[in-house]
């Protein structure tokens, strides 16, 4: 599970990336240029605390994300528009992206902010790079005369680009997007928009503009002060409780963040428990019994016999296992259940 930081040099990427890892990458202009940041994240769930404290386990383990943060190559001039060779292919690589808009005062910039152009011009940008991939393959399967369903469905995708919309809100069958499995089109990944504001205005609401936009696209949007997170992640403990509550928050603006980019990859947590360790598990909505035992090991899923399933809500409530099964609430499951948001599971296999 691999999200990409993108934006303009000097929207605040790598402090957005240094107060979601808890490092502290180099940030300013050229300062990390050509150079990649990677840290991957735990993604805050009271479910796993609460577990742990029922359980006191000798391991306690949350779900992960992996974050990156691409600086463009050198060369690539201080604040130009723009991006280069080296990024494209860098957001290729991963699942999911993020963009850091700048909305907070910069005097280095020339100073206002205009974070709506930054989204549009890199939403252009990422809809010209997939045209340019659509129209070359386009070029050779027509020079071949071959695969005419391939070329159909390219012809969608084309118009649908040179109508300047992403391909994320484009409508085409399964069968025609398994076709495109292989292409790794940039404005068909999720994209949360991260508006990087002035550290007065995190309590604010979004302005109707971004919000508009992010709606429109089909888009995630988070409000944040990277600047003021990135403090708050390199204070101790005990004092950040007071900050947040001083700036109007209830909690940093990191937790929502990486919450919002959880549920952007489609992604939930099942979740086991014992005295061993209390763990949550990231698998995709939607997966079954079977594939979330091969999440934990391939010989469970292969030795699958049945799911013993119990909703987190009733295990905290009724303490054990055994009163939950008392209480008729655990059940049985096999292969095929659909595994949901919460669940606690035991898995029964065979060695
Ligand atoms: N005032 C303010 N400055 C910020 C904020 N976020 C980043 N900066 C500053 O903007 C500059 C560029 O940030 P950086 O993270 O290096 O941007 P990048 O080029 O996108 O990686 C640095 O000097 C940061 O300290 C913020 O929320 N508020
Ligand atoms: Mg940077």
């Known amino acids: 599970m691999k999200i990409g930081l993108v934006g303009f040099p000097g929207s605040g990427k790598t402090t957005v990336f240094n107060a979601l890892t808890g490092l502290a990458a180099e940030t300013g202009y050229g300062a990390t240029r050509g150079k990649t940041n990677l840290g991957v994240v ?8 609460a577990l742990s404290d029922l359980f006191d386990p000798k391991k306690k383990t949350y779900a992960e994300i992996t974050f990156s943060d691409v600086a463009a190559a050198a060369g690539g001039g201080g604040s130009a528009r723009g991006l280069d060779r080296t990024v494209l292919s860098a957001m290729r690589e991963v699942e999911s992206l993020c963009q850091v808009a700048r909305a907070f005062v910069d005097p280095s910039e020339g100073g206002a902010a205009d974070p709506l152009r930054e989204v549009a011009d890199l939403d252009a940008e990422m809809i010209l790079s997939d045209l340019e991939l659509v129209e070359k393959r386009l070029d050779r399967l027509k020079k071949e005369k071959g695969k005419p369903r ?10 649908h680009l040179d109508g300047e919309k992403p391909l994320r809100s484009l409508e085409m069958s399964e069968d025609d997007w398994a076709i495109f499995s292989g292409y790794r089109f940039l404005t068909q990944k999720p994209l949360l928009i991260v508006l990087n504001v002035d550290e007065g205005k995190v309590a604010e609401p979004p302005p109707a503009a971004i919000a508009d936009h992010a709606h429109a696209r089909g888009l995630g ?6 600047k003021v997170e990135q403090d708050i ?11 947040i509550g001083a700036l109007g928050l209830s909690e940093p603006a990191r937790d929502r963040f990486i919450r919002a980019a ?8 099942f979740l086991t ?6 763990r949550a ?3 995709r909505r939607g997966s079954t019994a079977h594939r979330a035992a091969g999440k934990i090991h391939s010989d469970i899923e292969r030795g699958f016999i049945r799911a013993e399933v119990m909703r987190v809500e009733d295990l905290l409530a009724l303490k054990t296992e055994a009163k939950v099964r008392e ?6 499951e096999g292969k095929e259940y659909i595994v949901a948001d919460g669940d606690v599971i035991n898995f029964r296999f065979n060695v």
């Open 327 to 332: 209480q008729g609430k655990l059940r049985l």
């Open 221 to 226: 949007l988070v409000v944040l002060s990277a």
């Open 281 to 283: 598990w990231p698998i």
């Open 233 to 243: 992640a390199q204070m101790p403990p005990a004092d950040q409780k007071d900050f």
């Open 150 to 159: 391939e070329i159909e469905a390219l012809t969608q995708l084309k118009a």
């Open 262 to 269: 959880f549920a952007l990859l489609n992604l939930i947590s």
């Open 42 to 49: 735990k993604v805050p769930d009271p479910r796993v605390d």
């Open 273 to 278: 428990a014992g005295p061993d360790e209390c």
